[in-house]
């Protein structure tokens, strides 16, 4: 085995979300774990129980409860997972809306920037009431052909907010690409960028975009 180059403290340990949910899981099942590798154990040993505990434990927002946590565990792929629950993502990841960071961004060659909860709640907001005026409804899909930005999670989490299906691609795919990923699920909005950094270069994406094939996505 090599040298061991950092291990953190006690302290540090216990101030863990991981560790809180373990003491938890000893407090409710009357188990003694004190470290990660039995918490793991457990949690193959007792699928529904331990996602049944980490729903509780992440207090994820719903509008329905679930009846069950999964129909059969051995069946993967395949297994019913948490049926019956409704909720909604964007929700569960918008519910703070003061001024702790919700996403530090830092661009090839370009400054840091930093967006608050607050400015993420407002964003997606005025994206989504956007793409509400111009139809999108529960079912719809909505792509997005845009490199890792702070506004390609915004339409994102625009697009789930009013319970529609979000696809995106990065824009150093080719056209063939892009129509094989996004024609499969015919887009009403297409969200694209103008371009993106690549070694210290600007590339320009809106080429690709306006050719005739690539703009039939939308509609």
């Keep these: 085995m090599g040298e061991l180059l950092w291990q953190p403290s006690q302290e540090r340990i216990k101030s863990t979300n991981m560790y809180r949910f ?11 774990f004190d470290n990660y590798q039995d918490l793991y154990q457990w949690s193959v040993d007792n699928i ?12 994820i927002i719903h509008a329905e409860p679930y009846r069950e946590v ?10 019913r997972w948490f049926s019956g629950a409704r909720l909604n993502f964007a929700q ?14 830092c661009c090839e060659g370009g400054p840091v920037r930093r967006l608050t909860y ?12 956007a793409l509400s005026s111009v139809g999108v409804q529960p ?16 339409a994102m989490l625009a697009a789930a907010s ?7 691609c990065s824009p150093d795919f080719g056209a063939k690409g892009v129509l094989d990923r996004f024609g499969q699920i015919e887009p009403k909005v297409l969200f694209s960028a103008d371009g993106y950094i690549f070694k210290g270069k600007t590339v320009d994406s809106l080429p690709r975009v306006k050719e005739k094939t690539f703009l039939r996505l939308s509609g």
């Design 70 to 79: 999964v129909d059969d565990p051995a069946r993967m792929p395949g297994a």
């Design 139 to 154: 079912g719809d899909r909505v792509a997005g052909f845009m490199p890792n930005i702070p506004e390609t999670i915004i």
């Design 118 to 129: 607050a400015d993420l709640y407002r964003e997606v907001a005025h994206t989504a009431a």
């Design 92 to 105: 569960n990841l918008l519910r703070f809306t003061d001024d702790r960071l919700a996403i530090v961004f």
């Design 22 to 32: 373990m003491r938890r899981i000893n407090d409710l099942f009357g188990t003694r």
């Design 48 to 59: 529904p129980d331990f996602w049944a505990q980490m729903w509780e434990f992440a207090d």
């Design 162 to 168: 009013l319970g529609a299906t979000w696809s995106s």
